[in-house]
């Protein structure tokens, strides 16, 4: 089957950086995408690898290695309004988009 | 800016109902989808649609039916609304150059069926 791992929940605190870690398994690879939702919210778009290694953008960046199926997402300098769940994506072969359910990000003061 | 719309955005009907979910898209995307969502889930891809007469069921299209006569258009069609039913339902679309491009948002509809 075809399954996309991230934590459920993170704490972070204010101005500190965190890494939320993505896992996948499947049936092939052209992308990984990192997405941002607010409770109630669409998903709006963070970052996107198709290649190993770093994209930076900002305060948050991405990283990717396909050897082994895993993705980070970093985000640096955290402020309040951070605080939404941040979900992994993956086209897979056969054109469909496999998501994982998300990793709920939660920033205290 | 993505410029892609939904309407209504909240819904409360009885079971039973037909109902139809709009989605309207300015930027001429040939590819657009629907997912349903329920609070801390994944998305699940309902229908999808590569262009204008093009309709294809995601992994949870059963008692929904959507149509493609427009390239700005994609309702979405529940023929008897059921609880089961009552979710977050998300329309997205992507440009048509390459395959493997993000898909852009619209804002939701929230439906509750009684």
């Known amino acids: 089957g075809q399954n996309i791992d991230q934590p459920t929940e993170m704490t972070a605190t204010e101005g500190a950086i965190v890494q939320i870690n993505c896992t996948y398994q499947?049936?092939?690879?052209?992308?990984l995408f990192w997405y941002q939702q607010h409770a109630g919210e669409a998903p709006t778009f963070l970052s996107y690898?198709?290649l190993d290694g770093l994209e930076e953008k900002g305060r948050f960046s991405s990283f990717l290695s396909r050897s082994k199926g895993y993705s980070y997402l970093l985000l640096k300098e955290l402020q309040m309004k951070d605080s939404a769940s941040y979900l992994c994506?993956?086209?897979?072969?056969?054109?469909?988009?496999?998501w994982g359910a998300g990793t709920k990000l939660i920033i205290k003061p | 800016e993505a410029d892609i719309y939904q309407t209504p955005r909240y819904l409360v009907i009885g079971t039973g109902k037909k109902i139809t979910l709009e989605c309207s898209q300015t930027?001429?995307?040939?590819?657009m989808y629907w997912y349903q969502q329920d609070p801390g889930m994944e998305l699940h891809l309902i229908h999808y649609?590569?262009?204008?007469?093009?309709?294809e069921k995601g992994d949870l299209s059963s008692e929904s039916t959507v149509s493609r006569i427009r390239t700005e258009h994609f309702p979405l069609t529940l023929e008897s609304a059921r609880p089961s039913h009552t979710s977050q339902y998300l329309c997205?679309?992507?440009?048509?150059?390459?395959?493997?491009?993000?898909?852009?948002f619209g804002p939701g509809t929230r439906l509750t069926v009684l």
């Open positions: 994506a993956v086209w897979s072969g056969n054109y469909q988009l496999i």
């Open positions: 649609s590569y262009g204008v007469n093009s309709t």
């Open positions: 997205a679309s992507t440009p048509g150059h390459g395959d493997y491009n993000e898909q852009f």
């Open positions: 930027m001429g995307h040939d590819k």
């Open positions: 499947t049936s092939g690879f052209n992308g």
């Open positions: 690898n198709v």
